[in-house]
């Protein structure tokens, strides 16, 4: 039910972190990956390692938030393997870290450039390879600060409960099309992306004490969710958020922390 084979997933801001883990966990599975990144040199060996490996994979630069990289993307892979079964909406931005009336207007357009209106771009490029050959599968990484807002990251928390709404109502359109639409909502991970939060060890601890399970996650404790959402295995789950999050959304002090109050 979890098999890949002959399947081709599109993977953005897969340099590195809970991008990478998703592609090297598809290419281990069957499937054909394309990734991008901003950057080619960032992204590349990526892709040289699943080669190496014995997988299929394609790295492609190219701007999340850009509409026509997105279309270019979509082609690259329609051109090298002949479908897109899976998009995995991953890369995002967060340039601004503080008070939520600290942010600027710039702040905002980069945030939702890539976060919201990137994620609706790749989707927009790749719905209709997926109408033609009869369905495919949707996934955009969200994130509890969609849920419960962040700290410091109003602008971030913000785009991430717009990515959910985006997945619910892309979901209930495209439906009839046998596209499945999900998201993914991580807790706190331990990649480059959330470094500024696992690095400080402040910050660190009060994550760690507020999550039932103790600590922060891996990016490949990821993979298990966008696996199941990418298979045959999720054919009757669309417009689900998938929490994975070691408990932190669940508002409750773990037990230790609670019987010390």
């Given at each position: 039910?979890?098999?890949?084979?002959?399947?081709?997933?599109?993977?953005?801001?897969?340099?590195?972190?809970?991008?990478?883990?998703?592609?090297?966990a598809?290419?281990?599975a069957?499937?054909?990956?394309?990734?991008?990144?901003?950057?080619?040199?960032?992204?590349?060996?990526?892709?040289?390692?699943?080669?190496?490996?014995?997988?299929?994979?394609?790295?492609?630069?190219?701007?999340?938030?850009?509409?026509?990289a997105?279309?270019?993307v979509?082609?690259?892979?329609?051109?090298?393997?002949?479908?897109?079964?899976?998009?995995?909406?991953?890369?995002?931005?967060?340039?601004?870290?503080?008070?939520?009336?600290?942010?600027?207007?710039?702040?905002w357009?980069?945030?939702?450039?890539?976060?919201?209106?990137?994620?609706?771009?790749?989707?927009?490029?790749?719905?209709?390879?997926?109408?033609?050959?009869?369905?495919?599968?949707?996934?955009?990484?969200?994130?509890?600060?969609?849920?419960?807002?962040?700290?410091?990251?109003?602008?971030?928390?913000?785009?991430?409960?717009?990515?959910?709404?985006?997945?619910?109502?892309?979901?209930?359109e495209?439906?009839?099309?046998?596209?499945?639409?999900?998201?993914?909502?991580?807790?706190f991970?331990?990649?480059?992306?959330?470094?500024?939060?696992?690095?400080?060890?402040?910050?660190?601890?009060?994550?760690?004490?507020?999550?039932?399970?103790?600590?922060?996650?891996?990016?490949?404790?990821?993979?298990?969710?966008?696996?199941?959402l990418?298979?045959?295995?999720?054919?009757?789950?669309?417009?689900?958020?998938?929490?994975?999050?070691?408990?932190?959304?669940?508002?409750?002090?773990?037990?230790?922390?609670?019987?010390?109050?």
């Amino acid at each position: 039910m979890f098999d890949l084979t002959n399947k081709v997933a599109i993977i953005t801001g897969a340099s590195r972190g809970i991008g990478q883990a998703i592609a090297e966990a598809y290419a281990q599975a069957g499937a054909a990956v394309v990734l991008t990144s901003r950057k080619i040199e960032n992204v590349g060996p990526v892709a040289e390692g699943i080669r190496a490996a014995g997988g299929r994979a394609v790295a492609l630069a190219a701007h999340a938030g850009d509409q026509t990289a997105a279309i270019a993307v979509v082609q690259a892979a329609l051109t090298e393997f002949g479908r897109v079964d899976i998009l995995v909406n991953n890369a995002a931005a967060n340039p601004h870290f503080g008070p939520l009336l600290t942010a600027e207007a710039s702040h905002w357009d980069k945030i939702f450039e890539v976060n919201v209106k990137g994620y609706f771009f790749m989707i927009k490029a790749a719905a209709p390879a997926m109408q033609a050959q009869g369905g495919g599968k949707i996934i955009n990484m969200a994130s509890i600060a969609g849920i419960n807002p962040g700290p410091w990251m109003g602008v971030y928390s913000v785009s991430k409960a717009a990515v959910l709404m985006l997945t619910k109502a892309l979901a209930a359109e495209l439906a009839p099309a046998n596209i499945q639409v999900n998201a993914i909502a991580p807790g706190f991970v331990r990649t480059k992306f959330s470094a500024a939060l696992w690095t400080n060890p402040g910050l660190s601890a009060g994550i760690e004490k507020l999550t039932p399970a103790g600590r922060i996650a891996e990016p490949d404790e990821l993979t298990g969710a966008a696996l199941y959402l990418a298979s045959d295995a999720s054919s009757f789950t669309t417009g689900s958020v998938l929490v994975v999050d070691g408990g932190i959304a669940l508002g409750a002090l773990p037990l230790g922390l609670s019987a010390a109050r």
